[in-house]
């Protein structure tokens, strides 16, 4: 049988944010991020389809999760076929 791993569109969705879900000291980044990860095993990672993020902000998202959470990660604009912003591509590739 299929395990079915249930989680959101991302840990800084307006509507979270605004809901009150997350408790009082759990306001920032990283603390919202380990919250949201005591709550469910899966977040989609929606960031990475308007900007590739760096090596340390990856890393920071697999510090403040616990061994086995997963990160749905949405595709870079520019994979998906859709309009991609040259800002968003990293300065070394906007050339080409």
């Given at each position: 049988?299929?395990?079915?791993?249930?989680g959101t569109c991302g840990w800084t969705d307006r509507a979270l944010l605004t809901s009150g879900w997350y408790p009082p000291g759990h306001r920032d980044t990283e603390g919202r991020l380990r919250h949201y990860a005591t709550r469910f095993p899966l977040v989609e990672a929606d960031s990475p389809y308007y900007a590739l993020p760096t090596a340390r902000t990856t890393t920071h998202w697999a510090e403040r999760t616990p061994d086995g959470f997963r990160f749905d990660v949405k595709a870079h604009s520019l994979l998906t076929g859709h309009p991609t912003r040259l800002s968003a591509l990293p300065e070394d590739l906007r050339e080409h």
């Open positions: 049988m299929a395990n079915i791993l249930i």
